[in-house]
């Protein structure tokens, strides 16, 4: 527990309020009982792998800055039932299970059997957590409570889904990161007076709901031209390069857009065929795909400002 406190201190230092209950709950759970996988980097701040797939498909347990940031916009009491969509491995909810306290109620849902098998596991002898697995977390499972007070996503989605919006009552709340694959904001999703009003928490980049999703896919050929375009942007802005590279670099991201139809192979053949225009700007490429990770409650943490992963990324 000593292990946990500090890090604990450590977030609440780094100016997240960390609530007493949020506290206790996390002193009283141990990581062994919801991954086999290593979990010493938690302590560190960082997110912890609870599931792969055969296909690349990663979920993490998420970093513990970012369960203190969930759980406190939660706003949890005793008594309160939560929906909570997408496992985590069953830790997020175990913490609400115990905040809200026996007379309380959490609802988890996820669309993967596998994921639902595993979490089912590390939460046998929790009563008051009901797992479901549900095929789409845009349809509204069956025998859900009709109304809904606090609703927490897990995973990016673009939208709240409809049914969620319909069912949340006066002063009930959706906490979701809503945006795109890559980044979303933290969004606090409130009906007061009969109208949600969204409010955002600050900018996040969570993995998808279902572990599917997070399998890695191959960029086509227009993704791969929005890369080379902002990377454009970059070394402009930043005076990396020549005007004759920015110019080449613009011209292969133009031939780019006129394959769209282009299959992996071509694509792989084609960038090849221009690689030495990228290999000197190959740093700036990788920070492109790996900004920086914020870990306040990381015991080397510097004071650089990061961007809040949830997820470790493809």
Not at 17 to 22: D, L
Not at 55 to 68: D, E, L, Q, R, Y
Not at 128 to 143: A, G, N, Y
Request: charged share 25%; aromatic share 6%; with cysteine.
């Amino acid at each position: 527990m000593e292990e946990m406190r500090q890090l604990l201190d450590r977030i609440s230092d780094s100016g997240i309020e960390v609530p007493q209950s949020v506290r206790e709950a996390m002193y009283g759970l141990h990581l062994e009982q919801f991954t086999t996988y290593d979990f010493g980097g938690f302590f560190h701040d960082r997110p912890v792998v609870f599931m792969e797939t055969e296909n690349g498909g990663v979920k993490t347990i998420s970093a513990p800055h970012m369960v203190v940031t969930l759980l406190h916009h939660l706003e949890l009491s005793e008594g309160q039932e939560v929906l909570v969509v997408g496992s985590k491995g069953g830790y997020i909810a175990a913490l609400i299970a115990t905040i809200v306290g026996e007379s309380g109620r959490v609802i988890l849902i996820d669309p993967s059997a596998e994921i639902v098998r595993h979490t089912a596991n590390a939460l046998a002898g929790w009563p008051t957590v009901d797992l479901r697995q549900v095929e789409s977390i845009d349809v509204s499972p069956i025998e859900l409570p009709g109304e809904l007070s606090r609703v927490l996503i897990t995973g990016s989605v673009p939208s709240v889904p409809t049914w969620m919006k319909d069912r949340i009552i006066e002063g009930g709340f959706v906490i979701a990161p809503i945006g795109d694959h890559h980044h979303q904001e933290l969004m606090k999703v409130e009906r007061q007076l009969d109208t949600l009003h969204p409010t955002s928490l600050g900018p996040v980049s969570f993995g998808p709901v279902d572990i599917v999703e997070s399998e890695p896919q191959p960029l086509s050929a227009l993704e791969i031209a929005d890369l080379i375009e902002t990377l454009i942007e970059t070394c402009h802005e930043m005076e990396l390069c020549e005007a004759d590279d920015l110019q080449q670099l613009g011209t292969i991201a133009d031939e780019l857009r006129t394959m769209q139809e282009a299959n992996e192979a071509d694509l792989e053949e084609f960038i090849t065929a221009h690689m030495q225009h990228f290999v000197r700007l190959w740093p700036m490429i990788q920070l492109m795909f790996a900004p920086t990770l914020a870990r306040p409650g990381d015991i080397d943490q510097d004071d650089e400002p990061g961007f809040h992963f949830d997820e470790f990324k493809p």
